[in-house]
């Protein structure tokens, strides 16, 4: 069971990606608030793999095509979300500064993500 101390980590970790993602919309310098649509892609995140959590059977320990499907598509919401930042900051509708902060906070709201999943992730009776 994990403590406290974890909790409060992951989300001091949360709070500070969201400061860099409000940073790159409200600063004065950029002054725009697309960038605020990564926040789908922060929702969309982790629902294949809790998905597959429930449908996948743990018995052999091993991989199943439910949890490597759910991976691979984890991995394209994530690559989305780095790459919307980017792409909207080449067609000049934010700034490449908005576009660091939103890259920033992405890196480390993913990483909050995936300290979360490792975390609390382990299989005992009293998890969720």
Not at 45 to 50: M, R, S, T
Not at 85 to 111: E, S
């Amino acid at each position: 069971m994990a403590g406290i101390k974890s909790l409060l980590t992951l989300s001091f970790g949360a709070a500070i990606g969201l400061m860099f993602l409000m940073l790159a919309c409200a600063l004065p310098v950029y002054n725009t608030y697309w960038p605020l649509f990564v926040l789908f892609f922060y929702v969309l995140c982790p629902i294949p793999y809790c998905i597959s959590q429930r449908v996948a059977d743990n018995l052999d320990g091993g991989s199943s095509a439910c949890r490597e499907l759910a991976i691979f598509l984890t991995t394209g919401v994530v690559v989305s979300a780095f790459g919307l930042p980017v792409i909207l900051a080449r067609a000049q509708v934010i700034a490449w500064g908005a576009c660091a902060l939103v890259l920033t906070g992405n890196t480390v709201i993913f990483a909050t993500i995936l300290g979360f999943f490792v975390v609390f992730g382990s299989n005992d009776d009293f998890g969720w």
